[in-house]
């Protein structure tokens, strides 16, 4: 099965992100394998939460959608297992310390494992507080993503030597949303990580399309889009993985045409 380095194996990366269960669980599975078949390399997949703090209205809407539908995690852990045969690009799981703790992280952790869910992303959890899950997370072969801000500074080298799978280097300051233009100097912070550190960093919150991920592939090991295929599947709902398919398409090949 692959890990999250395979990901990164052949040229740029491209990640996607999705909310499971908006607006069903089906159309998640089918977007999942519209995606893989059209050059993501990677896919995030978003358990809902009633209170996603680091997500801007276009991603909280998914969760509102999902959440009504009657999407729960034992739900999700049933449809990853179920597109496991035919989907074998690396998924992660990105979503809250809440969902894991209330679970309880010992048995949504084994049940990751039994899906083929090789890393976590928990953007509430600080860097200083990852002990909470990393053991945990270690000791199943699983990831426990870190993310590095750009107020990060002088914690951005402590972060990336205890870095796992890729690192997530958030694009700009607030919450997940697409952004008309991407302002950070993004190449300054992924040249310190790349001081410390051999894991693939990939960039994140705010790219939209194909060009701006075409320009941020240009400074690190990927690019992360999940807003746009979000905004993708409130438009289009039940008819989404057609129209998420072509675009993530169009992102990848822009990357390569570097």
């Known amino acids: 099965m692959t890990e999250i380095r395979d990901a990164f194996s052949n040229g740029k990366a491209l990640i996607a992100f999705v909310t499971c269960g908006d607006p069903d669980l089906d159309t998640t599975k089918a977007i999942?394998?519209?995606?893989?078949?059209?050059?993501?390399?990677?896919?995030?997949?978003?358990?809902?939460?009633?209170?996603?703090?680091?997500?801007?209205?276009?991603?909280?809407?998914?969760?509102?959608?999902?959440?009504?539908?009657?999407?729960?995690?034992?739900?999700?852990?049933?449809?990853?297992?179920?597109?496991?045969?035919?989907?074998?690009?690396?998924?992660?799981?990105?979503?809250?310390?809440?969902?894991?703790?209330?679970?309880?992280?010992?048995?949504?952790?084994d049940r990751c494992v039994k899906a083929g869910i090789k890393g976590l992303i928990l953007p509430d959890v600080p860097f200083e507080e990852k002990e909470d899950f990393a053991p945990a997370c270690e000791k199943r072969g699983m990831c426990l993503i870190s993310m590095v801000a750009p107020t990060s500074h002088e914690r951005i080298a402590m972060i990336a030597k205890g870095s796992k799978g890729f690192l997530y280097v958030v694009s700009s300051l607030g919450v997940t949303g697409t952004r008309s233009k991407i302002t950070?100097?993004?190449?300054?912070?992924?040249?310190?990580?790349?001081?410390?550190?051999?894991?693939?960093?990939?960039?994140?919150?705010?790219?939209?399309?194909p060009q701006q991920a075409k320009d941020m592939s240009k400074k690190a090991d990927g690019v992360i889009i999940g807003s746009a295929i979000v905004r993708l599947v409130a438009e289009h709902g039940k008819d989404s993985a057609k129209p998420v398919g072509e675009f993530v398409k169009s992102v990848k090949e822009a990357m390569r045409s570097q």
Do not use: H, W
């Not at 050059?39 to 978003?46: H, P, Q």
């Not at 550190?197 to 790219?207: E, H, L, Q, R, S």
């Open 32 to 109: 999942v394998r519209s995606m893989a078949s059209n050059g993501v390399d990677l896919i995030e997949l978003g358990i809902p939460f009633s209170d996603p703090t680091a997500e801007g209205p276009v991603i909280q809407g998914a969760n509102v959608r999902a959440l009504k539908a009657g999407t729960t995690t034992d739900k999700i852990f049933d449809m990853v297992e179920s597109i496991r045969d035919d989907v074998d690009i690396p998924m992660v799981f990105m979503t809250y310390a809440n969902v894991v703790f209330s679970y309880g992280t010992d048995r949504f952790l």
């Open 184 to 209: 950070t100097d993004i190449g300054s912070i992924t040249e310190a990580i790349k001081k410390v550190t051999d894991t693939p960093c990939a960039v994140g919150f705010g790219i939209s399309n």
